[in-house]
């Protein structure tokens, strides 16, 4: 089978392209997957160049989002012809990855994709898709409707933050956005956006320790001060879900949200969370969280252009998602 495979060929020395490679058999309990349609991420990216933070076995198959059809099985919940996803996990990483024809994963990583979503349209979605659906679900579990007041979706121009606006509009939130992007307000306010504050502004704005109550809930993408900052603004019993670092790991904030407030923060990890949730959230996805506004952005590539597209990525040039068509 063809497959885009990372070698290492010396000390910090890698080289990525395709190759062909055997077809996998399962063990007890796994399944092959012949792959329709995989998607690009910044850590397929990072793997590719042999980031010992993502990966560290070679040779390796990149791509940590997958969906086709059950090739082979060796578990009774999963027959062959039915239609799969998987998203995290270890694949990807340091289990061959949903670059290729076929993959082989564990039977406890995979979801059953909705007839109602097409392969390349849970792709589109993806790990990105997934963590903007579990955050906002945290929100409402929590008590966050529309009617409580807007919804502050920062790094909005990313992945998740995109989608995070478009569902959370499509649903009937009202979505303020940040972005450190001034050219992209047009696009945020066509998937749903009602006001796009912009990054700098925004943190040189929030300079007290508490800021006015705005906002019934957060959808953080970023962390960092961005994060300390919108935690001021949050009304009371007010919610935010926290799900990325590209602005920084560190949190510097106070506790005056969390005690005055009654302000909560909610992790959000779509990589080991349970399987249940994963489905549950994939249900809504392709049903009435369903949203079109990324299409105009989404960009399919095949095998032979994924070399390409990750030195966009690597080097910030990238625009938009990428959806790998592997096999109709």
């Known amino acids: 089978m063809?497959?885009?495979?990372?070698?290492?060929?010396?000390?910090?020395?890698?080289?990525?392209?395709?190759?062909?490679?055997?077809?996998?058999?399962?063990?007890?309990?796994?399944?092959?997957?012949?792959?329709?349609?995989?998607?690009?991420?910044?850590k397929d990216a990072l793997s590719s160049v042999g980031n010992p933070g993502v990966t560290r076995k070679f040779p390796h198959v990149t791509g940590i989002d997958v969906?086709?059809?059950?090739?082979?099985?060796?578990s009774n919940i999963f027959k062959p012809g039915e239609r799969v996803l998987v998203t995290g996990y270890d694949m990807g990483m340091n289990t061959n990855g949903g670059h290729a024809?076929?993959?082989?994963?564990?039977?406890?990583?995979?979801?059953?994709?909705?007839?109602?979503?097409?392969?390349?349209e849970i792709m589109t979605f993806g790990t990105a898709g997934l963590t903007a659906a579990l955050s906002i679900n945290e929100l409402m579990a929590n008590g966050v409707k529309p009617e409580n007041g807007p919804v502050l979706v920062t790094g909005a121009t990313g992945g998740v933050g995109s989608i995070a606006v478009s569902i959370l509009s499509k649903i009937g939130f009202n979505v303020v956005a940040i972005s450190g992007k001034e050219e992209k307000i047009d696009y945020l306010k066509r998937i749903g956006a009602s006001e796009v504050i912009l990054r700098d502004t925004f943190n040189e704005e929030s300079k007290k320790p508490m800021m006015s109550e705005q906002y019934a809930g957060v959808v953080d993408t970023v962390g960092g001060e961005i994060l300390a900052n919108a935690l001021k603004y949050i009304k009371y019993d007010g919610v935010a879900t926290c799900c990325g670092l590209t602005s920084s790991h560190e949190l510097n904030t106070n506790v005056f949200p969390f005690i005055l407030r009654g302000v909560r923060l909610i992790g959000i990890d779509s990589v080991e969370c349970k399987l249940e949730k994963k489905q549950a959230a994939w249900e809504k996805i392709a049903s009435k969280w369903k949203v079109h506004t990324l299409d105009s952005i989404t960009n399919e590539i095949s095998l032979n252009e994924i070399k390409e597209a990750y030195a966009l990525l690597l080097a910030g040039k990238a625009v938009g998602r990428y959806v790998v068509k592997i096999k109709d």
């Open 2 to 42: 063809k497959a885009f495979l990372v070698e290492k060929i010396g000390d910090k020395e890698f080289t990525a392209d395709i190759k062909e490679i055997a077809i996998p058999k399962c063990a007890e309990e796994e399944i092959v997957i012949k792959v329709t349609y995989s998607s690009l991420n910044y």
């Open 67 to 74: 969906a086709g059809t059950v090739y082979e099985s060796t």
């Open 101 to 120: 024809e076929f993959v082989k994963v564990p039977a406890s990583w995979v979801a059953r994709i909705p007839d109602s979503i097409s392969d390349k």
